[in-house]
């Protein structure tokens, strides 16, 4: 499915979000920078066509490496940092089987990723594994507007006008049908942040975005003194 819309899948993005979705990756850097110096190692799992690994690679010095198990979009997201001159390896692998040593990544994030894992939990343990005690994870996810009225006016636009529009320029109406059918199976961001708990993660919050479309969760791995 994501290798037959990867060619237009930014160009959807923006305009399906009115360009909202390049504030919430910017915002997921904010967040991040201390953490994004030099000699860190930071882990973009479902990447996509690189836009967060890159907005993250320009917003520090950390080294960024990408993953993402469909090749299309790699290969977009491999012409974007080749184009905008960063080292971003781009590695084709499955986030439920990440090929990295345990404790390998100072912070690791998954953008828009975690609701298209065949397992939420076991996603969760893996990016929990790859990351060193101490290290800091950000998932940026669709999750459930928070103002009752807001809810069901974003809910029509997501179900009914988005899969019209992505289908006529992605060619894949399924692919946008299959969006809201995705977020509403997903867990909303208090149920996330427990989840997070459950996995192990410490100093766990959120932030809704635009009235809870999106929501940033933060957490950190604790070290064993901890
Ligand atoms: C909605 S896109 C998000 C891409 C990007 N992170 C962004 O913010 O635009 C979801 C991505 O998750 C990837 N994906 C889904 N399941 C995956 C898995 N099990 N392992 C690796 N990547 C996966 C898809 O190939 C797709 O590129």
């Known amino acids: ?50 836009d967060l690994a890159l907005t993250l690679s320009e917003a520090g010095q950390a080294r ?42 100072d912070v690791v994030t998954i953008a828009f990723g975690l609701r298209n894992l065949a397992s939420v939990e076991g996603g969760l343990r893996e990016l929990f594994r790859v990351l060193r005690p101490g290290g800091q994870i950000a998932i940026l996810e669709f999750s459930r507007p928070v103002v009752p009225g807001f809810r069901a006016l974003f809910q029509f636009y997501f179900s009914h006008v988005l899969p019209r529009i992505g289908g006529l320029v992605s060619g894949s109406r399924g692919a946008y049908e299959y969006l809201p059918d995705s977020v509403s199976r997903f867990p909303d961001q208090k149920r996330l942040a427990e989840l997070m708990r459950e996995v192990g993660f410490a100093e766990v919050s959120y932030q809704n975005l635009t009235g809870g479309i999106a929501a940033l969760h933060l957490g950190t791995r604790p070290r064993p003194s901890d």
């Open 1 to 50: 499915m994501f290798a037959g819309i990867a060619r237009r899948y930014d160009l959807l993005n923006h305009l399906l979000s009115a360009n909202i979705d390049r504030r919430w990756r910017r915002l997921v850097a904010d967040k991040l920078r201390p953490a994004l110096v030099a000699g860190t190692h930071t882990l973009d799992v479902a990447c996509g066509t690189g």
């Open 64 to 105: 960024v490496t990408g993953l993402d198990f469909c090749r299309p979009m790699l290969e977009v997201a491999t012409r974007k940092a080749q184009e905008r001159k960063r080292n971003i390896p781009f590695i084709e692998a499955d986030a439920l089987r990440l090929p990295f040593a345990p404790e390998t990544f």
